[in-house]
């Protein structure tokens, strides 16, 4: 009884750990990082990585070994001076407030889903 229960929490750890392992590959996540970045955003997802560049691209990590330009980054809207600027992606927009917390496009704006950093 005790050997199938080692053997089950075992396979179970492998299983998790193949997942994982899958889930980075898939999603591109890496140490590269692309030249002159101005900030890097890394969501609580822990799988996607944001990078702004200098002229406002906001590229993420393919699978193909390359950064492809996903969105865009936008001042906010006159009067949010909670915000430094807005990432607006294909189907969602992220406001990056004046602490770097990323915060998803929920009216108004109520969920932290990642920390953008400056580049060093």
């Known amino acids: 009884m005790q050997l199938s229960k080692i053997f089950c929490v ?7 750990f193949s997942f994982n392992a899958k889930a980075q590959e898939n999603y591109g996540i890496t140490e ?11 969501m609580h997802d ?10 406002d691209d ?6 193909g070994n390359e950064f492809k330009k996903v969105g865009i980054k936008v001042l906010s809207p006159y009067g949010w001076t909670n915000f430094q600027f807005m990432l607006k992606l294909a189907d969602i927009t992220y406001a990056v407030d ?4 990323i915060w998803q496009q929920k009216y108004p704006f109520r969920e932290i889903v990642g920390q953008m950093t400056k580049a060093n």
């Open 10 to 16: 075992t396979a179970f750890m492998l299983c998790a």
């Open 98 to 101: 004046n602490d770097g917390f």
């Open 58 to 63: 906001v590229l993420i990590y393919d699978i």
């Open 32 to 42: 590269k990082s692309p030249e002159n970045y101005l900030y890097q955003c890394r």
């Open 46 to 55: 822990e799988l996607t990585i944001y990078y702004v560049m200098p002229n």
